[in-house]
């Protein structure tokens, strides 16, 4: 398993415990003892994202995209709430004007607190001015069907996270 499709470097689960990297689970300890001795490595250090409320997300847009004629597709939608919420990155032209792209809530480029943030915002985008007045709790009422979310989940992330 790679970091993205776009890296063929190998990433493990660390814990810190006592000022040290300890593997998580035994995959983790199996691709840590191949790490040479005495060897310097490049570290990116990220606390893992809820798949959970990334699956919420994308259920969320399934039905927004469902009930409205203003998207054609659920990535469409995403990028118009991506740059309403200031999730951009800035890009210059050929003409050398400077433009802002959404940029991504992808696993590796947004941490779980961030997305927590920007998922909150998209939500309120979406009640003020993609389907005005919407009910939030129905939305996600129905969409936490749908995906099969618990809001055991966010309890049970939030006690893994207090245990690391």
């Known amino acids: 398993m790679s970091a993205s499709n776009k890296s063929k470097n190998k990433w493990i689960l660390v814990r810190k415990v006592d000022g040290h990297l300890i593997p998580h689970a ?9 790490i040479p001795e005495n060897v310097p490595v490049r570290a990116q250090f990220a606390q893992p ?8 997300y994308r259920v969320i ?5 469902h009930n409205t004629d203003l998207f054609a597709t659920e990535d469409s939608l995403h990028d118009t709430l991506l740059l309403s919420n200031g ?4 890009v210059m032209t050929t003409a050398g004007e400077i ?19 920007y998922f909150d915002a998209a939500l309120e985008t979406i009640k003020a ?3 005005p007045g919407i009910d939030l709790d129905e939305l996600l009422k129905e969409a936490r069907a749908q995906s099969n979310y618990k809001a055991a989940n966010d309890n049970e992330e939030r006690r893994n996270e207090e245990a690391a």
Do not use: C, N
């Not at 994202?49 to 919420?56: A, I, V």
């Not at 847009?61 to 995209?65: I, N």
């Open 49 to 56: 994202r809820s798949g959970p409320r990334h699956r919420l």
């Open 26 to 34: 035994a995959y983790d300890v199996e691709m840590f003892q191949a």
């Open 129 to 131: 001015h993609i389907i």
């Open 87 to 90: 999730v951009v990155r800035p």
């Open 99 to 117: 433009i802002m792209i959404p940029s991504s809530t992808a696993f590796d480029a947004m941490g779980e607190e961030e997305f927590k943030a």
């Open 61 to 65: 847009l399934r039905l927004v995209t």
